[in-house]
């Protein structure tokens, strides 16, 4: 297959190359895309030495499958482009993600909406496809209702800047510099901080980043009504985004078949003895493709509700790998 990848030197862009060589996808050309600030770079792959290419239009020449690891308008600038040179455009970004024309996969959970796609396939949220994955098994033991959920986002969710601003912030307060802080890529300071805004806020108050989990969630599960009130925080954490989830379901569930059901769901690992201090952490579970669930309990204020807390690297599963194994999915 010949691969290009749009944004190959961001935070996504640079997973996506590893997670390639890794899953052993039969690449016989990559095409490293990124800004003209990229262009000329040298980088050493797997795939031996590839120097960067500015995206252009004719950048897609040839190819058969196009990773997209860069922002909104630079996805919705190049897709007819990618279509039209007749690669399939597996895509990172948020522009394609509700369109009726595009699946939004999963492939733990809805791998066969693949098989309609007209050209783009779009890879959903972070926080989105860790959360469904953890809570998916619940909803084949009994439709969920409706979802509770705060996130714990990792910097490295807004880019590779991310982590450099929390790290510079934390040197520059602990080398008494606290004064010179000026945040750039979050709203506030990060290190040593929370900050409870992801993306812009709509008229009732809600981030986009929180109406992505009601909004990706009911396309990927096939659940239309599925109600989601959500609050998405940015933590000083490097890498793994967690949350903490309420599942409301139709019919009252066991707890024990609950546990029973995630310890089988693909993709997702049991991980939840609290009385021994287990349960998933941003440091347990980076680097990795697998989403961590523990914490699993009865919810005290509604009888149909479960409890649990998950966690996963988001840079791989809540990104890269995930649109690998959509690629995947199009080569079977
Ligand atoms: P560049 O490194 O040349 O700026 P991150 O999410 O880590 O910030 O990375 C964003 C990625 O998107 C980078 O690879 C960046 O390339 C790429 N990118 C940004 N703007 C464009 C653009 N106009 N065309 C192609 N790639 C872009």
Redo the contacts with the bound molecule.
């Keep these: 297959m010949k691969v290009g990848i749009?944004?190959?030197?961001?935070?996504?862009?640079q997973e996506m190359v590893k997670i390639l060589a890794e899953r052993s996808f039969p690449v016989d050309e990559l095409r490293l895309?990124?800004?003209?600030?990229?262009a000329g770079k040298v980088v050493s792959t797997p795939f031996g030495d590839i120097t960067v290419q500015e995206?252009t239009s004719d950048s897609f020449e040839g190819l058969d499958i196009v990773l997209g690891?860069?922002?909104n308008d630079?996805a919705k600038r190049f897709a007819p482009d990618i279509v039209k040179a007749g690669a399939v455009f597996v895509d990172n970004s948020s522009a394609f993600r509700m369109d009726s024309e595009v699946p939004l996969i999963v492939p733990e959970i809805n791998a066969k909406d693949a098989s309609w796609h007209k050209g783009i396939i779009a890879n959903p949220n972070c926080s989105t496809i860790i959360t469904l994955v953890a809570i998916n098994a619940i909803n084949k033991l009994s439709k969920i209702e409706t979802l509770y959920a705060s996130t714990y986002q990792a910097t490295s969710g807004a880019?590779?800047?991310g982590p450099l601003e929390m790290y510079e912030q934390s040197r520059q307060i602990l080398e008494g510099r606290k004064d010179e802080i000026e945040p750039k890529v979050f709203q506030h300071q990060i290190a040593y901080n929370l900050i409870p805004q992801i993306g812009g806020f709509d008229e009732v108050g809600y981030s986009s980043e929180e109406m992505k989990l009601q909004n990706e969630g009911r396309k990927i599960m096939h659940l239309p009504d599925l109600k989601v009130s959500c609050t998405c925080v940015r933590v000083p954490v490097e890498r793994s985004h967690a949350i903490s989830a309420i599942v409301i379901t139709e019919d009252k569930l066991d707890l024990d078949d609950v546990r029973k059901a995630i310890a089988e769901a693909p993709g997702a690992k049991l991980y939840d003895d609290p009385a021994a201090s287990v349960y998933p952490m941003p440091l347990v579970t980076s680097d990795q493709d697998i989403v961590f669930v523990g914490r699993i309990r009865e919810d005290l204020a509604n009888e149909k509700g479960i409890n649990l807390w998950c966690c996963g690297d988001q840079v791989r599963k809540g990104a890269a790998t995930n649109a690998v194994q959509i690629a995947e999915l199009l080569i079977k």
């Design positions: 749009i944004g190959a030197t961001g935070a996504v862009g895309l990124a800004s003209s600030r990229s995206t690891a860069a922002d630079t880019g590779a800047a």
